[in-house]
């Protein structure tokens, strides 16, 4: 199922904090096969990891976000399945 756009830079942002790889684009096959997101190899990505435990996490996202909800808890607009400002105050008080 695709995330929102909102959900993918939140993703993304949290990626490139924890000093991931993220490629983030639209991914394409080659002719040789290969595979592409943008002009970024994936095959070069990966093989820069082989032979590491890895977790791989790919998702589509959402084209032409949604229409914004508004959350009936807190009020505010969010784009995804669930409020963004809920889900946060959430992680917050369970703690990481
Ligand atoms: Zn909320």
Do not use: F, K
Not at 14 to 27: D, I, K, P, S
């Amino acid at each position: 199922m695709p995330i929102s756009r909102h959900e993918a830079r939140e993703l993304t942002s949290r990626g490139y904090e924890m000093r991931a790889t993220v490629l983030n684009g639209t991914l394409c096959r080659q002719q040789d096969g290969t595979w592409v997101v943008d002009e970024r190899s994936v095959d070069e990505s990966l093989q820069a990891l082989e032979g590491q435990q890895v977790i791989l996490v790919v998702s589509a996202i959402q084209e032409g976000a949604g229409r914004a909800r508004v959350c009936p808890v807190c009020g505010s607009e969010y784009d995804g399945y669930e409020c963004t400002h809920c889900r946060q105050v959430r992680r917050r008080l369970r703690g990481p």
